[in-house]
């Protein structure tokens, strides 16, 4: 299949913020169409967008629960058909290059050809978030805007219509109250070159209380995307993050507490979401992180970086109380440069890292780590000396298919310094249909460690 360059291994080179983007967008079409797809849903032509890495279209749906006829044309050319996630339980009739199937509102799928992962079509429906009454900023639908940075007040609502297009970069600091919402894209491709990374996060919310992102979509940002640091009561649902170049991490928990990411899709050629503290905009997201909840969500994580990461920067006292839910990982790629993985600590300061929980969680396709929990000196280290990690939990995980990758929990040891990673514990575990019950079977690297309890 075509509508894709073939391109070399990326290279992470380090950028200054831009002040203004490579080019402004002259209106909604600046956006690619696809001519490898088509969707209808309940009958209605559905806008299918693309770009070198995957296509994508967002139907709007006002109701959860109903379903609705979905109708995927592909290319003649196409032999197997896969949907994913496989747990979403969708079964397909094929006539010829025409797929049909239902799906529920709210329910995201991916439709793969004949295993080709760099043209896949995301079919992301969100719920309608309607207008509020009260908005200081407002996208319409059927237009597009450059904003360059927009800065945020305590209060201040953001509505970004369904069919709106926005260029730039949003942030705010100090700010309560903060919402960003609507069915919109806020877009970052034209800020970088289509193949190369840069330095511009879509949205840093700073040391604010209260902050809600619902229901937009935030497409090829060169750099992180969203960003909450020293942030308190955060709200993260039924949002899209479609990356496709190195160091676009999806969604950076820095240095908060009390954050909720729930129902959403990540796509991030790095990490999809990472946990960690670091002095990020500010020192003060060097805090301590506490009551994290992820779930509910869809991930892919492409060539770089880890699914489900805490860390590298890890510059706090304590990293504890961090659920990882009800999620499912479409596809961890492979990295190669040895740290990528799916479920992922890389403690490289000096937290304490404790109490972290991953529960429920479906591997359809992990080609790097499986687990991987480190105590590290790296390059992205700044303490002075290394942290503990205890008290992991892991329980009803599932490897459905594709390979059985190894694991690797490795401690931390220097002439004056010794950091033993200790207590793990592993309950339900399955890798291709059979129960793990020992480090051995579950293909595990274990060095400068200790407590390793399987149950169930």
Same mark, same amino acid.
């Given at each position: 299949?075509?509508e894709?360059?073939?391109m070399?291994?990326?290279e992470?080179?380090p ?8 080019y402004?967008? %002259? ?11 088509? !969707?209808?849903?309940?009958g ?14 967002i ?10 006829e979905?109708e ?7 032999? *197997?058909?896969k949907?994913?996630? #496989? ?8 006539d010829?290059s ?6 529920? $509102? ?6 793969e ?34 904003i360059?940075?927009? @800065?945020?007040?305590?209060?201040? !609502? ?5 069919? #709106?297009?926005?260029?730039?970069m ?13 069915n ?6 034209n800020w ?6 840069? #330095?511009?996060?879509m ?12 229901? !937009? ?10 960003v ?5 009561d955060v709200? /993260? ?12 991490d999806?969604? @950076? /928990? ?19 979401i990472?946990? %960690? $503290? ?13 009551h ?9 994580? $492409? ?12 510059r706090?006292?304590e990293?504890?109380d961090?659920?990882f839910?009800?999620?499912? !990982? ?9 740290s990528?993985?799916v ?10 890292v404790?109490? /972290?929980?991953?529960? @429920? ?16 000196d ?13 008290? /992991?939990?892991?329980?009803n ?5 594709? $390979? ?9 040891? *220097? ?5 033993r990673i ?21 293909? *595990? ?12």
């Amino acid at each position: 299949m075509g509508e894709r360059a073939i391109m070399e291994k990326q290279e992470y080179i380090p950028r200054t913020v831009r002040d203004e983007p490579l080019y402004e967008l %002259k209106s909604v079409e600046d956006l690619k169409i696809s001519s490898l797809y088509r !969707v209808r849903i309940d009958g209605k032509e559905t806008d299918v967008f693309c770009n070198e890495f995957f296509h994508f279209a967002i139907p709007v749906y006002d109701r959860k629960g109903q379903e609705q006829e979905v109708e995927v044309t592909i290319p003649d050319d196409g032999k *197997m058909v896969k949907l994913r996630p #496989a747990s979403a339980g969708v079964s397909f009739q094929r006539d010829g290059s025409v797929l049909r199937f239902r799906l529920p $509102a709210g329910c995201r799928v991916i439709v793969e050809i004949d295993g080709d992962l760099l043209c896949p079509l995301y079919i992301l429906g969100t719920e309608r978030v309607k207008k509020p009454d009260h908005i200081s900023y407002e996208f319409q639908k059927g237009k597009a805007y450059n904003i360059g940075t927009l @800065d945020l007040k305590s209060g201040d !609502v953001v509505y970004i219509e369904e069919g #709106a297009l926005v260029s730039g970069m949003i942030r705010s600091r100090m700010a309560d109250h903060v919402r960003i919402i609507g069915n919109g894209i806020l877009y970052g491709g034209n800020w970088h070159e289509w193949n190369k990374n840069g #330095a511009e996060q879509m949205v840093v919310t700073v040391l604010g209380k209260d902050i809600e992102i619902r229901g !937009v979509t935030m497409l090829d940002g060169g750099s992180w995307h969203l960003v909450p640091t020293a942030c308190e009561d955060v709200r /993260i649902e039924d949002i899209n993050i479609l990356g496709k170049v190195i160091t676009g991490d999806g969604i @950076d /928990i820095v240095g908060c507490r009390d954050v909720t990411v729930r129902n959403s899709f990540v796509r991030a050629n790095d990490d999809c979401i990472s946990i %960690k $503290a670091e002095e990020f905009r500010d020192p003060s997201g060097c805090a301590d992180v506490k009551h994290i909840l992820v779930e509910d969500c869809l991930f892919w994580n $492409a060539e770089f970086g880890n699914a489900l990461e805490i860390g590298y920067e890890t510059r706090c006292d304590e990293i504890s109380d961090v659920v990882f839910r009800n999620c499912t !990982v479409a596809h961890c790629e492979y990295e190669g440069n040895q740290s990528g993985g799916v479920l992922t600590i890389h403690n490289a300061d000096r937290a304490f890292v404790h109490d /972290i929980h991953y529960e @429920d969680i479906r591997i359809e396709d992990a080609q790097e780590k499986f687990i991987d929990i480190k105590t590290l000196d790296s390059k992205y280290s700044s303490d002075r000396v290394r942290g503990m990690v205890s008290d /992991i939990h892991f329980k009803n995980i599932e490897i459905t298919e594709g $390979a059985f990758p190894v694991s690797i929990v490795r401690g931390f040891e *220097m002439k004056h310094e010794v950091c033993r990673i200790h207590d793990i514990y592993f309950e339900n575990i399955v890798v291709h249909g059979k129960k793990i019950e020992s480090v051995n079977e579950l293909r *595990m690297v274990k060095e400068l460690s200790d407590g390793f309890h399987f149950r169930g």
